[in-house]
Structure formats: structure tokens, C-alpha cells
T-cell receptor
């Protein structure tokens, strides 16, 4: 069973636009992570935000965490065609990662 | 440095055959994880090793699935008497020390059971 739900399931934008993906989860967490998966490839770790943090930045990525609402969002600014991929949030379930179903992002040049 | 590697990258098996999937973690990483990813879904946890000890196998779907890491480095996931529902991508990940450290994933093995 999966912990979280991502919203939207699919997102199509033009290059240069911002992309926002949301993740909701069910149980209390120590941290929440975002991963990217290009078609047919493994997962690449993007960013980790701890439960006592509210916002974190890494390059064009901005992640927020609201533990009271059990939700997180990933913002990709100034998107590029190379950002086309599936994005997953994952929560720490006693060491193992519990993933959502992912958001499929398509960035059109 | 080298990342996590998995072999084979693709495996086609006839229903009822046994398969073995290999994972080479990043050198020195203590923790190793196996996940199963069905088409269009997020990965689901199968099992976790700390060195050679299998600390959690709660995600293994049946007793046909078996994983080992005898020397605390390379790991093998074995599936006996494969069924069509076993068709998925099997991902291996490793992390430096604690299971809560960032996990680094391999490219996965895509298993198709006919």
C-alpha cells in the first residue's frame, strides 16, 4: 500500500513556466523526500525536507512542508524540456521509503 | 564514483521459471533496499538489509520471493516459480549508514513474465 497521493497525476506545461506538484500523506513523518524518474530509468534523489522544516530550496526547486495538513509541494521554476519526468514524494516509514503514485510532468519546448 | 548497478537490466521469463536479480550497491554503503515498481505506480518496499542482516522483509509479497546479501555488499533477489503478476521493475537502493540516510537507486531490472 502507498502512503501518499500526488496531485495532479499528470501535468503538461510550456518551457519556462513553473510546475507545482502536491503530495499528501497519512501518518506522522521524520522527513519527506522528492525523487525524479526519467522514463525507463532509476530514481534520482532531488531534495529532503525534515519534519521541523517548512521550506527548502535547491537550485530551481522549492519544497514546502505543512505537517499540520500532512502535505508537501514541489515547485520547479523556469521549467526546461529536460525536466520531463515522473516526480514522486516519499516519506520515511521506519527506514524504508513509502512512495506516492507520482506526478507525470511533461514540459513542451 | 560508481553508482548502484543492477543486472540484468531486462529479463523475460516464462511463467514458472526461477529468476535471480543482482544489485551492486555503492561501495561502503551499509544499508540496501529492494523495491518493486508496477507500471504507472510508485515503488513499493520489499526488503531491507543492514550489512548482511535482513532487518525487514515485510514487503515481500509471498514466500516465492527471497533476498540475500551474504557478505554485506552484493545482494540477490530471487523469485521462484514466477507468475505474471510478478512482472514489474525491481529497484535496488543503498544508503551510507542509517536507513534514514538518502537512498541512491540503481536503474532497475525490468522483469516480464510471459
Amino acid at each position: 500500500s502507498q502512503q501518499g497521493e500526488e496531485d495532479p497525476q499528470a501535468l503538461s506545461i510550456q518551457e519556462g513556466e513553473n510546475a507545482t506538484m502536491n503530495c499528501s500523506y497519512k501518518t506522522s513523518i521524520n522527513n519527506l523526500q522528492w525523487y525524479r524518474q526519467n522514463s525507463g530509468r532509476g530514481l534520482v534523489h532531488l531534495i529532503l525536507i525534515r519534519s521541523n522544516e517548512r521550506e527548502k530550496h535547491s537550485g530551481r526547486l522549492r519544497v514546502t512542508l505543512d505537517t499540520s495538513k500532512k502535505s508537501s509541494s514541489l515547485l520547479i521554476t523556469a521549467s526546461r524540456a529536460a525536466d520531463t519526468a515522473s516526480y514522486f514524494c516519499a516519506t520515511d516509514g521506519g527506514g524504508k521509503l513509502i512512495f506516492g503514485q507520482g506526478t507525470e510532468l511533461s514540459v513542451k519546448p | 564514483g560508481a553508482g548502484v548497478s543492477q543486472s540484468p537490466r531486462y529479463k523475460v521469463a516464462k511463467r514458472g521459471q526461477d529468476v535471480a536479480l543482482r544489485c551492486d550497491p555503492i561501495s561502503g554503503h551499509v544499508s540496501l533496499f529492494w523495491y518493486q515498481q508496477a507500471l504507472g505506480q510508485g515503488p513499493e518496499f520489499l526488503t531491507y538489509f543492514q550489512n548482511e542482516a535482513q532487518l525487514d522483509k515485510s514487503g515481500l509479497p509471498s514466500d516465492r520471493f527471497f533476498a540475500e546479501r551474504p557478505e554485506g555488499s552484493v545482494s540477490t533477489l530471487k523469485i521462484q516459480r514466477t507468475q505474471q503478476e510478478d512482472s514489474a521493475v525491481y529497484l535496488c537502493a543503498s544508503s551510507w549508514q542509517l536507513s534514514t540516510d538518502t537512498q541512491y537507486f540503481g536503474p532497475g531490472t525490468r522483469l516480464t513474465v510471459l
